[in-house]
Each structure stands twice: as C-alpha cells, then as structure tokens.
C-alpha cells in the first residue's frame, strides 16, 4: 500500500442536464411535487409582471421627470456642474482603479460606469438634449480611459497623491455644485438640490464622516480615561435610543433655535449633520464589536516590542478589527443609503420626495407604480453595487480566512 | 528565604526584583519575589500550573503591574512612569505560549513593524535586518507569508525574531513551546539554545526539562506564589534541598 498505484484521484460527479434536474428538483416525490406548485406559480407572476413592464406602465411619467429625478430643481443651465463633478468622481475612480488594482475598486468602477452609460440611455430616451447624453457616456468612457491610462502608461502615479486628489475633491465638488462669491459661479442654494443629486451627496457624506467619527466614538468608548469613556457611551446610547427621523427634525427645526439668530446653517447641511451624527453612533458599536474580538495578546505583543497606546491602535487592533467588521459596516451604510429618504420629512426632496412631487401633478395620476419601480430599481443598483464592492473588499483582505 | 538577597543594589544584576507582590482581586498571586538576574545569565522558571511563574515574568516589562516591591531593568526603575516602562519594553523582548504574531501583517512585516515605528529605522534597513534575523532563526524562505500560512513552530520563531529585531538585551519566554505540536519542539527550543549561547540573558518558563539542563545557569522553582528553591541545573536535579522540588520534578519527569 505505498506509492503512486494507492494515490486515487477523488471519483468525478459529473451530472448532464436531465442528472441535474432529478438531483435537485426531483429527488423525491414532495420535492417533484414543490416544483411543479412553484411553477405553476411563479410562471403567470412573472408572465403578468413582464406584460405590465412592456405593454400597459406608463413610463412617460419617469422620461418626461427624468430631470426632477436626477437632479431636482437644480437649474439645468447649470447643470453641467453636476456632470463636472461626476467626471471628477469618473477619473479619480479610474485612476484608483488602475493605481490600487483591487478587485473592490474595480468593481466600483465598473458600476460607476455603467450606472452613467445607463442614465446616459435613459437621458436619451427622456429627450434631455445630446449635451447632456454626451456628458454622461464620456464620463462612463472615462472611467476606462483613466483605468487603462494609468495601467499602460503611468504605473508610477503615488498612492498618497492620489489619496491627496480624493481629498481635494470633496472641497472642490461643493465648491463647483453651489457655487462661491467672487467666481462666475452663480450661487445654487442647496435647497434646489434634489432628486438622485441629492440621496447621493447626503449617501456619501454621511457614510464618509460617520465612518472615522464612528471608529473615534469605539476607541473612546474602550477608552481608560473615564471621562472619555462616559461621554462616548453616553453619546451612543442616547443617539441609538431616538429615531432618526427625531434626529432629523431636531437638526432642521430645534437646531436653529439654539443658534445665534445671524448663523445660518444650510438645510441640506443639517440633514447631512443629523446622518452622521446618527450613523456615528451605529458606526461606533459594530467596529466597538470588531474591537473586542481582537485576543489580549495582540495588545501585549504590540506593547512587547514597545508600541505605544496610539501606534497600537493605528498598526494592530484597527487595521484587524475594521477588516471584521466591513460586512456589518456595509449593511448599514446600505441601510444608511435608504434611510436619506427620510429627509423628505424635513422638506427635502431626495429621490423619493421628488417622486412624490412628481405624482402630485395631475397629468400622472395614478401612475404611483410606475415612480415607485423606478425609484426601486435606482435604489437597488447603488444598494447591490455596494454590497458587491463590499464582496469584493472582504476576500481582498481575506475575512474568515486570516 | 530571601535573606541572601538583601545586600543586592540595582547595579548588582540586569534585572532586580525585591520583595514583588501581585494580587488579582483577592487572589495572591506572587508573596515577595526577590530574584536578580546577572548579564548573559539563563534563568529557567518552572513550577506547577497557577504558581505565579508566568505571572512574575509578565510584570518585569509591565504587561502586569506589581503592586508592592521594586522591579529595576538595567538600573531603571519600573514605576507608572510611562517613559519608564517604554525605556524598559525597548531593552526586553517577550516571546509568548500563543505566539501572538500579528495575522494581518507578513512574517517580515511582524518583525520590522518594531524597527520601523519605534526605532525610526529606515524600511530597507530594517527590512535587510528583519530578513538577517529570519535567516538567523532558519525561515527566511517563509518571509512573505502571512502567519496563518506557517505551521506552529515556525510562527514561534517569526516571534522570537520579531523581539530580537528590537535588539533587546533580555529576553523573556513565556512557556514558548507549550502550545506546539511535539515534533516543532526541537526548531524552537534550537534557536532558544543558540541565543543562549550568544550571551543573551534569558529568563524561560519552561517544563522542557532537557532544555533547561543542557542551557540554563540556573533554576528557579515556583509554587504559590513564592520561590520554592533555586539552583544550578546540576543542583535542582541531582540534589534538591526541597521536598517540594523533588515532588514536583518526579511529577513533570514520570
């Protein structure tokens, strides 16, 4: 029994199509008769849904809006801003994709690309003129073409410049969208923002200041200083016992109260402080949940070779502990997407505000269904792009495995 | 018992220890330890589970604080002076019963993270010594691994480089082969053997009895708490003054 001849390769199970369907859909009697009931069922479910999409929805009410929905009352004549801003996002998520070469940012940039191409078909189709159709299909090329520049040609671009340019961009897309005194930008107050425009500066925002806020509420919480620790718990709880729609309508009604009478906060900048505050809070207790499941002995072996407190921290417990907490964090920030619809409460018209605007016109009444799929299905492309970079994010880094 | 001690200073030894006490909650867990380790001396620790021996090797770089007693390194104090303790971590390497490398970082990455952070040590510097000391232990091969992807015993020699990479002048092992499976023992304890003798001072709680015959100058028997007997090897094994170490040693020895 030694040598190759007692070396047996593992048996093959190969199935052909008809071996399938009785492995999996016929093995006994109740499962055969499972999946003729389902059948039976889904058939007609699906044939009556196809037929209402292709033949009887009303989808003038999304073409003849399509401007509402993606960007509000923003002006048009100026919304090549906005198309500016998106091929800023195009290039700088191009060009990470080609630094950083990971499978998480290629990903997003996939679907960056492919969200505008969509948009760019569906701006068509709505008549919204070439220039803007045109904006949004070079954007999409874009993407690529900074991709492919960067992989072909300029290898060497630095990581911390480009982590520089992603910085500068924040300041320089607020800049562009409202506009300053002193540059032939005319001032668009944020009020107008709305549609896809604004879920989406309110989505980015909120996950990209709640994100370290957040980690800063765990480490204060785990804090040895105990006034640190009781201000950061005490800060959790209370923001995760009240309802963000509370949060939300504290920050745009009772906020000003507290104020001066000459400072003026920006609604849309309220709301975006009540999120973050809001997610902070969530933020805190998963990564505080990531915190705990790092063994003692990492911090004693950090210690050992004479790290301090911070270098610990920044080195050993958070690059390990933010790794195990990227599912739950992606699961809120999701939850954190769909959740900007409640500004609409605040009198701000996100996606779903405009929506409701939309089918408060008369012409389309009736049409609740056809804004509502739509609005689905937006939501559901930004929601399934996430948890797919986020897919993507976790075997790059290897969760579960270590 | 400590009495023969009492004359030692701070300059008498690497390490000094008088009269060290440590409670966890009620518990006293060590009842005045008083021990001085000289330059280059190889000290082995043993005694039953619970006697306070890891405990006591855990206070000198003040991964436990000592609560009554002094602790000298090097003629530093150890107080609740940060500075103190940080100036004592960076003369003390620790190598530990579950390794503790860190699983997010390479083989050569765990053991330059020390010279890079807290020596200020340029990367290929510290990269050319870390790949020196990975040599040195017999794994340079492995260098780009990550810890998970190498067997126990070679984790515990990425460990042992990582500590020496900070180029201590002591170090403390703490049971280093206990959690090993029994054929990754000898690698272990060979690298232990020839850092002992290179001049390293060396202070090891270990039941690997053949180890501690064969290498250590002296050895030192806990049990609740105190030190029963210490002694050259030669003593504690052929002439043990105790009854408690001749119980103890027919017990780990069958």
């Known amino acids: 029994m030694s040598g190759q001849d007692s070396l047996l390769p593992p048996p093959t199970l190969a199935l052909g199509p008809a071996g399938w369907l009785r492995q999996n859909l016929f093995s006994t009697w109740y499962n055969a008769l499972l999946t003729i009931v389902l059948v039976a069922f889904l058939v007609p479910l699906v044939a009556v849904t196809l037929r209402w999409i292709v033949t009887e929805a009303r989808w003038g009410v999304v073409t003849a809006n399509l401007r509402l929905f993606l960007i509000g009352q923003y002006p048009f004549e100026e919304a090549w801003r906005i198309w500016l801003s998106l091929t800023m996002l195009s290039v700088l998520t191009g060009v990470s994709a080609g630094v950083y070469g990971g499978a998480t940012v290629r990903t997003l940039a996939t679907w960056l690309a492919a969200g505008q191409a969509l948009l760019a078909a569906l701006a068509a189709v709505s008549g919204l003129g070439p220039a803007v159709v045109l904006a949004l299909v070079a954007n999409a090329a874009l993407v690529w073409v900074a991709f492919l520049a960067v992989r072909w040609r300029l290898r060497s671009v630095s990581h911390r410049l480009v982590g520089f340019a992603w910085l500068a961009s924040i300041p320089i897309s607020v800049i562009l969208l409202q506009g300053i005194r002193g540059l032939p930008l005319p001032i668009v107050t944020s009020n107008l923002w709305g549609g896809l425009l604004l879920t989406f500066l309110l989505a980015i925002v909120g996950i990209l200041l709640s994100f370290p806020f957040g980690v800063l509420l765990a480490l204060g919480r785990r804090s040895s200083l105990p006034a640190v620790r009781f201000l950061s718990t005490a800060y959790i709880e209370l923001i995760r016992g009240v309802p963000l729609v509370t949060i939300l309508f504290m920050a745009a009604v009772m906020l000003p109260l507290f104020l001066p009478s000459n400072v003026r906060i920006d609604q849309v900048l309220r709301a975006m402080v009540g999120i973050t505050l809001f997610s902070a809070a969530y933020v805190a207790e998963n990564v505080r949940g990531g915190l705990q499941a790092i063994p003692l002995g990492q911090v004693e072996a950090a210690h050992a070779i004479g790290l301090n407190a911070f270098q610990t921290n920044r080195f050993i417990v958070l690059p390990q502990a933010l790794r195990a907490v990227i599912p739950a964090n992606v699961g809120l920030f999701i939850s954190l997407l769909k959740d900007t619809t409640l500004v609409t409460i605040v009198g701000l018209l996100e996606l779903l505000g405009i929506g409701r605007a939309v089918l408060a016109q008369p012409q389309w009444f009736g049409a609740q269904l056809e804004v509502y799929v739509f609005i689905a299905a937006v939501f559901f492309v930004l929601c399934y792009t996430m948890s797919q970079a986020s897919y993507r994010l976790e075997t790059a880094l290897g969760v579960g495995t270590r | ?254």
């Open chain 2, 1 to 254: 018992m400590s009495d023969h001690l009492d004359h030692a200073g701070p300059a008498a030894g690497i390490i000094v220890c008088r009269d060290v006490h440590k409670w966890f909650g009620d518990l006293h867990v060590l009842r005045g330890i008083d021990m001085t380790v000289k330059a280059g001396e190889v000290v082995v620790i043993f005694g039953p589970s619970g006697s306070g021996k890891s405990t006591f090797i855990r206070t000198i770089n003040r991964l436990e604080e000592h609560q009554r007693g002094e602790i000298f390194v090097d003629g530093i104090e150890l107080t609740n002076d940060i500075r103190n303790i940080a100036a004592i971590r960076s003369e003390i390497g620790m190598v530990f019963q579950q390794f503790n490398l860190f699983p997010h970082l390479t083989a050569l990455q765990n053991v330059t993270l020390g010279p890079i952070r807290v020596r200020k040590l340029r990367r290929d510097r510290a990269e050319q010594q870390g790949m020196d000391l990975l040599e040195r232990v017999g794994i340079p091969e492995q260098a780009h691994k990550y810890p998970a992807q190498l067997s126990g015993g070679q984790q515990q020699r990425v460990a042992i480089a990582r500590a020496l990479a900070m180029q201590p002048k002591i170090m403390l092992f703490d049971e280093p082969t206990s959690a090993l499976d029994p054929e990754m023992i000898s690698e272990v304890l060979d690298v232990m053997r020839e850092l002992a003798v290179s001049g390293m001072t060396m202070l090891c709680v270990t039941h690997e009895m053949g180890f501690a015959r064969a290498v250590a100058d002296r050895m030192v028997l806990f049990d609740e708490g105190l030190i029963v007997e210490e002694g050259p090897p030669s003593q504690i094994f052929e002439a043990p003054a105790q009854a408690r170490t001749r119980q103890f040693l027919s017990q780990i020895l069958h």
